[in-house]
């Protein structure tokens, strides 16, 4: 009876014996967790690198439209998943249309919204536009070198009377003087300096 018993102890202990093999390939949570995390931060910083690439190609399809000119600004916001918002000012509607077209064909993009707007025909915008010019890019102006290339560095966009400087300058003193120049045109109701200075804009 006792060896009967001491079998069945026997029998019994060794059923509540862990398995060392099962322990040892069992992965550790917290290593899982570390594993996750790791990944989910390399993916996060690859969806970034490709929607700032992403960003770049709107931008450069957008300045790069026929017809766009110192009168017109757009601007392309790309969000991760592969959303453009399309924003900004044009004096032809053909522009508008051709930008969101250009976009459209990138390859990323799964959806293009178009929020530009179209600038009412006004011949007194259109003498506000070119006295605008005269004063800032006059060959006695400093700014003159920023009215240069296919793409000027500053956008003149005037709506109603209301005119707003768009761009990227090199000095807070060029912003400054855009100011001054445009305050100075008759004929305009308001002047909204939107100009970025060169330094402060690689920051962003």
């Given amino acids: 009876m006792k060896k009967t018993l001491c079998l069945i102890f026997t029998v019994l202990s060794l059923s509540f014996v862990p398995d060392l093999t099962t322990l040892a390939n069992k992965p550790d949570p917290q290593k899982k967790k570390k594993t996750t995390a790791t990944e989910q931060t390399s993916r996060a910083e690859r969806e970034a690198r490709e929607t700032v690439a992403l960003a770049r190609q709107v931008r450069k399809e957008l300045v790069t439209l ?15 998943d592969g959303t453009v918002y399309l924003r900004g000012d044009v004096t032809r509607p053909t522009l508008k249309k051709d930008a969101e077209r250009r976009v459209e064909k990138i390859e990323g993009v799964t959806k293009v919204v178009n929020e530009i707007e179209v600038l009412p025909l006004s011949p007194n915008d259109d003498r506000l536009r070119r006295a605008v010019v005269r004063a800032l890019f006059n ?24 005119l707003t400087l768009k761009g990227v300058v090199a000095t807070k003193a060029d912003r ?26 690689k920051k962003k």
Wanted: aromatic share 10%; charged share 15%; hydrophobic share 35%.
């Fill in 176 to 201: 400054d003087l855009a100011t001054v120049r445009a305050n100075g045109i008759s004929g305009l109701f308001e002047v909204k300096n939107e100009l970025q200075v060169e330094s402060s804009s």
């Fill in 66 to 80: 026929p017809f766009y000119g110192v009168f017109d600004w757009l601007e392309g916001n790309v969000e991760p």
């Fill in 139 to 162: 060959s006695n102006s400093p700014l003159s070198r920023y009215s240069l290339g296919a793409n000027p560095a500053i956008h003149i966009i005037v709506n109603n009377g209301r």
